[in-house]
Structures are given as C-alpha cells and as structure tokens.
C-alpha cells in the first residue's frame, strides 16, 4: 500500500499570498488530521476531516481551512501568509476518527505524510 | 506549564547503551503515542498506548495511568536511533492530540 503523500513538499511565498497543499492518504484511511510543526511551538493539531466534514479544530486563526473531498483526500489553505506561518505542515491519515468509552478508546493508528515545508518571505 | 512535558530535552549515548525516555501529562488521555521523527521532517508512529506496556524490537514503551506518566525504552542503542522522540497524548475531553516538546537523541559508534 501506497503510503500517505503531501503535495509540494517544499513551497516558498512572500507575506500576503495564499497557499494551498495537499494530502492523499492512504487508501482505505477515511480520516485525515493536519499538524503545524515550528521550532518555537514544536507540533500543534490544525483540524480533523472525516467523511467531508470538519471533526476538530485546533487553536488557530480562520487565515487556516481545509476541506477534504469524497475520496478523502484533503486540502489545507492558508491565506494573508504571515512570516509565522513558515513552518512543516504534516498530515496523517487513520482507517476512522477517535471513539471514546470511559478509559478505552477504539483510536485508530495515524500514519504521518512527509510533510510540506512552507516557507515566507 | 506545557501539558506535555517530556524529559530529558536532549541525550546522547554511545552505541549499545540502555536509553529511558520519559513523558509526563496531566490531562486526562484516551491514548498515548510515542513518535519517532528523523532530519528531514518524516514522523513514524512507534507505538499507541491505553495501558501497561507494549514491546517491539529493541523498543519498549510503558505507561502508568494512574500517576499520568509513560517512558519509552531503548535497549542496545545504536547510531540508526538517532532522532527526535516525540510524546503525544489524546486528550480524552477534546479527542485532539497534544504533543511533547521532543527529546532529541544522538547515538556515537
């Protein structure tokens, strides 16, 4: 099985632009999770797309969204980029999204991509 | 206070030496993971812990529920587990993951 795969992996723009990357998970996967990784915050949850529908949201800025689509390959844009945004944006993909039972959770494995390393000038 | 704290920050050890990462949270978890990322940025999911210990490899990871604290093993060290060793809890109120700051491991020949 193909594992899961971001789109560009590198990505350079000035402060202002927009940018748009993408992610295909790993076929089956259903869920798709995408992180921020900085040096100054380390990794941090951005949101959470299952079957076309926003799940979870981190603690960031509307300048952020995503979308995913019916073959569950999910999109993230970031639009006014500011300098802080430089950063890895990672994705990972599960067969499903968390289910939580008093202490025991049916948590499907995530399966990280490469990564896209964006960076603004 | 990170929610998150793992320690140590950063270890070096040499080849063949028996290495103990720590991961300490005080949230309350469904799930803990432990995720190993090398230079260049790709992470791998090395284990998920709900309870007591799982073992792959020279890898063993262990958590205690009760006192909010799991560690990850390395027996025989070697140069190839050079990395960076993340923790990551899933938050039983929000079901989002929270992750450590990373412990950043160098193993010499």
């Known amino acids: 099985k193909a594992g899961v795969t971001q789109t560009p992996r590198y990505l350079i723009k000035t402060r202002g632009q927009q940018v748009t990357l993408s992610c295909s998970p790993i076929?089956?996967?259903?869920?798709v999770s995408w992180y921020q990784q900085t040096p100054g915050q380390g990794l941090q949850f951005l949101f959470e797309?299952?079957?076309?529908?926003?799940?979870n949201k981190g603690n960031f800025p509307g300048r952020f969204s995503g979308r995913q689509f019916s073959n569950s390959r999910s999109e993230m844009n970031v639009s006014t980029l500011e300098l802080g945004d430089s950063a890895l944006y990672l994705c990972?993909?599960?067969?499903?999204?968390?289910?939580?039972?008093?202490?025991?959770?049916?948590?499907?494995?995530?399966?990280f991509g490469p990564g896209t390393r964006l960076t603004v000038l | 206070k990170n929610e998150v704290e793992q320690s140590p920050q950063n270890l070096t050890a040499q080849e063949g030496e028996f290495i103990t990462i720590n991961c300490s949270y005080s949230?309350?978890?469904?799930?803990l993971h432990w995720l190993q990322q090398h230079p260049g940025g790709g992470i791998v999911s090395l284990f998920m812990?709900?309870?007591g210990k799982k073992k792959h490899g020279r890898l063993i990871a262990t958590i205690n529920i009760q006192e909010k604290h799991s560690s990850l093993h390395i027996t025989a060290s070697h140069p190839r587990d050079s990395a960076v060793y993340i923790c990551?809890?899933?938050?039983?109120?929000?079901?989002?993951?929270?992750f450590g700051t990373g412990t950043r491991l160098q193993v010499f020949p």
């Open positions: 076929s089956g996967h259903r869920s």
């Open positions: 797309y299952f079957s076309e529908t926003q799940r």
């Open positions: 812990l709900s309870s």
């Open positions: 990972a993909s599960s067969l499903t999204f968390v289910v939580t039972s008093g202490r025991t959770s049916s948590y499907n494995e995530q399966f």
């Open positions: 949230v309350g978890i469904s799930a």
């Open positions: 990551a809890v899933l938050s039983y109120n929000t079901d989002k993951l929270i």
